[in-house]
Every structure is written in C-alpha cells, then in structure tokens.
C-alpha cells in the first residue's frame, strides 16, 4: 500500500515519542542510582512480529541486543493480556546479568499489536560479590540468572532472595512494570486516533 513520506516522519515521532516516555517514567519511578541518577537503562517499541518500531536515545548496547530478548520471550513463552516477562540471560539475548529486560504485549481486543520493553541495570542481581559485576570465570558466578520467565509474584519472590538489596531492586522492578504499562497505553491511544491499519501500514513502513 502506498506511503505518504510526511507521514512516515509523523508516525516515526509518535512511535519514538512512546519510547521517550517509558524513559522518562523508569527514571522518575526507580529506586536505585543506577537507573534514575545514571539513567543506565534503555525502552523501545516492538510490533507483533517482534521487531523494533523504535528506541529512545538511551545506550546502544542495550538497544542492540535487545530485540533478542524480545524474540526468546516471544519463543519462549506464550503471552497473554496482563503478562510481563522478564529475562537477563546473556544467552537469551540479555548482555550481563545486571541488565534485567522486561517485555510487555500490548492487546488490542483479543488481537496482539505491539510489544513494549526495556531494560534497566540493578544495582544488584546476586552472585559471588556486591554489585554483581566480579572477575568471574563462570556465569554462574556473576549472579541469578532469569531466562525468559513471566513476571509472577513467585518469580519476583525467588529475584528479591538472590539479591543484597531486595527493598531497591523490588522498586525497581516496579518502574520497570509502570514503563512498560505506559508505553502500552500510549500505543492503545495512538491506534485509537489513527486506526489500527494506519498504524500498522507506518510500523511496516518504518521497517521497509
């Protein structure tokens, strides 16, 4: 279907625009220094298939890895309205085990449109030293590792006993859920303005 280039500009801000904001929450919202004074994190926007729509201009390590975490969580798990999955497996397209991901369907009615996901850096993940960044020789070492699981409160009950700084990382973990929601919300907006075919004929034309 045809394009119109001014619009494809329009929807590349739109989409950016929802990646700005899962930012700007997650650094408000989080607990550690790590996320909200040295903003070592990272959102971004994905479509149905799993492929990124558009970043914020957060940390490109982040950023360039993390449409493999979206693509194991999208293989791995079979999403439902409500879910969150989390993983920082480095073999799951995570980077190092600090680096927590989460990845949020958003439906539209029964029909999945989009992903949202960031990643965001703890202060603290377990393993054999504070920090969890030591000389490690096995990954093991390094701290707990999450592959793509959904967020339950088992799942996050087994995270805060693996790390040194529960209180903090259980806050983060909340700004990680309030970004994502967010980025959902502004993309129900964006389809409720523009119409869902609108909205998919730009997506596709970005990736073109």
């Known amino acids: 279907m045809k394009t119109d280039p001014f619009r494809i500009e329009v929807f590349k801000n739109l989409f950016a625009g929802v990646a700005e904001e899962m930012g700007a929450v997650l650094g408000r919202a989080a607990y550690s220094v790590n996320i909200k004074e040295r903003r070592d994190y990272s959102c971004a926007v994905f479509d149905a298939r799993g492929r990124m729509v558009a970043q914020a201009a957060h940390i490109p390590v982040h950023l360039g890895s993390m ?54 850096h703890y202060s603290d993940i377990g393993g054999m030293a504070p920090g969890s960044m030591p000389l ?55 389809v409720a303005r523009y119409g869902r075919s609108e909205v998919d004929r730009y997506a596709d034309a970005l990736q073109a």
């Open 67 to 120: 449409p493999l975490s979206v693509a194991a969580a999208i293989a791995d798990v079979p999403f439902a309205p409500g879910d969150v999955v989390v993983v920082n497996d480095p073999y799951r397209g995570g980077t190092h085990l600090p680096d927590v991901t989460f990845v949020k369907p958003v439906f539209l009615g029964r029909r999945l449109a989009f992903f949202t996901a960031c990643r965001a």
């Open 136 to 190: 490690s020789t096995d990954l093991h070492q390094e701290g707990f590792i999450l592959p793509p699981v959904r967020l339950t409160a088992e799942v996050r009950r087994l995270l805060l006993a693996n790390v040194r700084t529960p209180r903090e990382v259980d806050g983060d973990v909340a700004a990680q859920e309030a970004c994502c929601e967010t980025g959902a919300r502004r993309l129900a907006e964006l």
